[in-house]
């Protein structure tokens, strides 16, 4: 099955950048998708299609592919920020869902 | 108000039966493919199936085709997971979470509900 590889946690200071990364053998030829997750909530869609953003989404937050390799970036990070990031492909071939294993995000 | 709303879930024993159900309201049900997306405690996402909008068609993750069955009513705006011979993995809380038009990724989330396989 289609395997999407995250790393399991980046840690930042407040007002630095964070990167997480997210590496399939497709995903070059996928729309990338990205998730924030916080304790005992649901998840919230932050970036859609790459580089998307959805209204109330604050621009720290930006997307972008090279490759095989997706990467979300969350600029100027703050507390609030603290949370899981999920990235997310749809796999067209199978009509399968694929989810990224997760990234704990950690404001220092 | 725009809501997706899950319930259902509780305790089974392993090879026992569970339905859940999602109840929509506030946007166009009828034109809506629902997912469901389940999360293990202290793990990841894990996409479990969907189906399109007219519930013509569905798609299942490997790990549980052929126990569970998903279903739809769009007289009741209404979405359910009928599971069977549960085993002690499935264990998780249960999100729906609606697709936005054709475009694969989930712009709307319920709460999620409990389930819990265990002897």
């Known amino acids: 099955s289609y395997v999407l590889t995250q790393p399991p946690s980046v840690s930042v200071a407040p007002g630095q950048t964070a990167r997480i990364t997210c590496e399939g053998n497709?995903?070059?030829?996928?729309?990338v998708h990205w998730y924030q997750q916080k304790p005992g909530q649901a998840p919230v869609l932050v970036v859609y299609?790459?580089?998307d953003r959805p209204s109330g989404i604050p621009e720290r937050f930006s997307g972008s592919k090279s490759g095989n390799t997706a990467t979300l970036t969350i600029s100027r990070v703050e507390a609030g920020d603290e949370a899981d990031y999920y990235c997310?492909?749809?796999?067209?071939?199978?009509?399968?869902?694929?989810f990224g294993s997760g990234t704990k995000v950690t404001v220092l | 108000q725009v809501q997706l709303v899950e319930s259902g879930g509780g305790v089974v024993q392993p090879g026992g039966s569970l339905r859940l159900s999602c109840a929509a309201s506030?946007?166009?049900?009828?034109?809506?493919?629902i997912h469901w997306v389940r999360q293990a405690p202290g793990k990841g996402l894990e996409w479990v199936s969907f189906?399109?909008?007219?519930?013509?068609?569905?798609y299942y993750a490997d790990s549980v085709k052929g126990r569970l069955t998903i279903s739809r009513d769009n007289s009741k705006n209404t979405l359910d997971l009928q599971m069977n011979s549960l085993r002690p993995e499935d264990t998780a809380v249960y999100f729906c979470?609606?697709?936005?038009?054709?475009?694969?990724?989930?712009?709307?989330w319920g709460r999620g509900t409990l389930v819990t396989v265990s002897s």
């Open positions: 979470a609606k697709e936005e038009l054709r475009k694969g990724f989930f712009n709307l």
């Open positions: 506030g946007f166009n049900f009828n034109t809506s493919a």
């Open positions: 189906i399109r909008d007219d519930g013509g068609d569905k």
């Open positions: 497709y995903i070059g030829s996928q729309s």
């Open positions: 299609v790459n580089s």
């Open positions: 997310q492909v749809w796999d067209t071939d199978s009509g399968h869902h694929v």
